[in-house]
């Protein structure tokens, strides 16, 4: 008996040849394989919109395409700023809702709405905290120091209540205690599954809402109105601003 003789056609071998380099290529992203492509410092939300993957600090836009540094301890007030999102930087506070707009509109981003904020916080899977559904104390900065007592209280208790002015409440001395702010990606368990840090704790987020929102909290405060990423606060308006707002941005 003739032993047996199999013949491979060139399309049969081309084909064989396609599926051997697909199995050894590299998967391809969450944001490459549903299409949206985020720019250097943001992360993708199931393939459907890009934020910061840090709370942003800002920089001084001076001329046309010139920029210069500007304090996180002191307001943007009167100032043209673009929004930068970057590990190792102490974010922006002292900022309002409509400061936060323009700095994102700067960037060539946007302010994230509530829903898109909510996703990104809580992950693939929802969650009420980043890292997951139980708080986990130390895994974010939200155990800090209470430097507004420290500065305004009286005989080491609270302070009184004519001390909460509008001037106090943006000292820049306040974030620049031990204690207080850390800079961006410090908690590296504060990380959402989509790859954002510091939703919940460090700094309150503005959102879009034009009534003025912001969410997840500060270093003091991640449960008073709301717990982790569920953290909602609209008693100000969208012009207020003081040492615990802050921001990151969408596209």
């Not at 540094?69 to 007030?77: D, E, L, R, T």
């Not at 002015?165 to 820049?172: G, H, P, V």
């Not at 620049?176 to 959402?192: E, P, V």
């Not at 003025?212 to 109105?225: E, V």
């Amino acid at each position: 008996m003739k032993p047996s003789v199999f013949f491979h056609s060139p399309r049969a071998l081309g084909l064989a040849a396609v599926a051997l380099l697909a199995a050894t290529l590299p998967a391809p992203s969450e944001a490459e394989a549903k299409g949206k492509k985020c720019p250097e410092g943001m992360v993708s939300v199931a393939g459907k919109y890009c934020i910061d993957t840090y709370e942003a600090h800002v920089v001084e836009i001076v001329g046309k395409n010139k920029t210069k540094g500007h304090s996180p301890y002191q307001s943007v007030a009167g100032l043209r700023v673009k929004a930068v999102s970057k590990k190792g930087k102490a974010p922006q506070a002292y900022i309002s809702r409509n400061e936060a707009e323009e700095a994102c509109k700067n960037a060539g981003k946007r302010l994230c709405v509530d829903d898109e904020w909510i996703g990104a916080c809580k992950g693939k899977k929802p969650t009420t905290f980043p890292y997951g559904s139980d708080r986990v104390s130390g895994n974010c900065n939200d155990g800090g120091y209470s430097s507004f007592n420290a500065l305004y209280g009286v005989a080491g208790g609270p302070p009184p209540q004519e001390a909460y002015t509008f001037a106090n409440m943006n000292d820049e001395r306040l974030n620049q205690m031990k204690g207080t702010l850390a800079k961006s990606g410090a908690y590296k368990k504060c990380r959402s599954s989509y790859g954002a840090f510091d939703m919940v704790g460090n700094l309150h987020e503005w959102t879009a809402s034009k009534t003025g929102t912001f969410r997840g909290g500060y270093y003091l405060d991640t449960h008073q109105n709301g717990d982790g990423c569920d953290y909602k606060t609209t008693a100000h308006n969208a012009r207020y601003h003081d040492y615990s707002t802050g921001f990151r941005c969408c596209q």
